[in-house]
């Protein structure tokens, strides 16, 4: 018995030191937690006080610099120095009109149709696609003039000077101490046997005179040229019909229909006239 009291009362005792220390470390918290709250109410209210000078500061210092440009005016208003709103607005403006005035490249007024060997270019090309214009001049010999003559090919023609522009006319005119033989349009001429190179006009009257000798000589080609037929070996049997070997048409059958039944019938009409004729001398007789 005296055991089983004994183990009773540790248990009790136990129980009490427990219940001690939960008691403590409950104080223990709640101070801690009460010196929490005033310490973040101390922070909060240093910042409030903060918060108030600063505005306080920006209020000041704003009425000061009023208060000075107001100052500032009346004297500049005093000595002559002062300029409204719209003063203000009509030197902004002209500013920027003198601005758009002034050209960023200065170029020369643009020539929108330029005359080379008797034909007009378009100047608003550039040096290169606009030699091309001309009758026998290509990109490639354009190139070489323009190379010739010392000018950028994608240079626009229409902004180059009369110096530039003379250059081209000179280089153009002697092509033919310029291109090399191969690039030539006319080589070896039948009459002197030299190498040329037809521009504009010159081209046309070349080719007809060429085809005028072909049909002297009474060569195959003249002969295909003089009759209007294909001359460079095409067919004839299904393309390149025209004039009288156009294919048969209804209205070509329906006309030659027509043409003979008025032959028949003018031929019924003679006979009958003869057998009358024939009565008549008969009856006569």
Do not use: C
């Amino acid at each position: 018995m005296a055991k089983v009291e004994k183990e009773i009362k540790e248990k009790d005792t136990k129980q009490e030191k427990k219940k001690d220390t939960k008691q403590d470390e409950n104080v223990d918290t709640k101070q801690e937690k009460k010196k929490d709250t005033k310490q973040e109410k101390k922070k909060d209210t240093k910042r409030d006080e903060n918060v108030d000078t600063k505005r306080d500061e920006n209020v000041d210092t704003k009425q000061d610099e009023n208060v000075d440009t107001k100052e500032l005016k009346k004297k500049d208003k005093q000595d002559g120095k002062v300029d409204t709103k719209g003063q203000k607005k009509k030197d902004a403006t002209k500013e920027v009109k003198k601005d758009i005035s002034k050209p960023k490249d200065e170029l020369p007024d643009i020539k929108y149709i330029v005359r080379i060997a008797d034909t007009d270019l378009d100047g608003k090309r550039s040096v290169q696609y606009a030699l091309t214009g001309i009758k026998g001049v290509g990109r490639r010999i354009a190139k070489v003039i323009s190379a010739e003559s010392n000018i950028d090919p994608t240079t626009t023609l229409g902004y180059l000077y009369d110096a530039d522009i003379d250059k081209l006319k000179a280089s153009v005119d002697s092509i033919i101490s310029i291109v090399p033989y191969w690039m030539v349009n006319k080589q070896n001429d039948f009459m002197t046997g030299d190498d040329k190179h037809a521009i504009g006009t010159d081209i046309i009257l070349s080719t007809n005179e060429d085809i005028n000798v072909m049909k002297k000589m009474r060569s195959y080609k003249g002969l295909r040229h003089e009759r209007g037929l294909r001359v460079r070996g095409q067919r004839t049997r299904s393309t390149g019909r025209k004039g009288r070997t156009v294919g048969v048409t209804r209205a070509t059958l329906s006309a030659a229909k027509a043409a003979e039944k008025k032959e028949g019938e003018k031929k019924e009409g003679e006979k009958k006239e003869g057998e009358k004729k024939e009565e008549k001398k008969v009856s006569g007789k």
